[in-house]
Nanobody
């Protein structure tokens, strides 16, 4: 069983930065695909960024490319989301998700369907 605990959310003005962290436990960390998703009120959950098991491949949603960076620290079993140039439309609950390597990719990496494990979420609020 994989446990995921997010931290680092908060309130910031437009143009500011935040860094989210997600600590993973309960499974071999290097065997996990890790992603960040977000859900704004009244909207569906959407994929933001994913980092593959080796850390060498990342995937981003078009809306965050060039502003957000996902990274993983295999020594600390933690995945990060550095968010720069934040916009009010980035306001959402942000969730960390994990998929075990070798399990079926039932959809693309930015779809929530392949991910079996989710954190409790951390709120990000960007004011204009």
């Amino acid at each position: 069983q994989v446990q995921l605990v997010e931290s680092g959310g908060g309130s910031v003005q437009a143009g500011g930065s935040l860094r989210l962290a997600c600590a993973a436990s309960g499974y071999t960390y290097s065997s996990l695909y890790l992603g960040w998703f977000r859900q704004a009120p009244g909207k569906e959950r959407e994929g933001v960024a994913v980092v593959y098991t080796g850390g060498g491949r990342t995937v981003y949603a078009d809306s965050v490319k060039g502003r957000f960076t996902i990274s993983r620290d295999n020594d600390k079993n933690t995945v990060y989301l550095q968010m720069n140039s934040l916009k009010p439309e980035d306001t959402a609950m942000y969730y960390c998700a994990a998929k075990i390597a070798g399990s079926t990719w039932s959809a693309g990496p930015l779809s929530q369907r392949p991910y079996n494990y989710w954190g409790q979420g951390t709120q990000v609020t960007v004011s204009s």
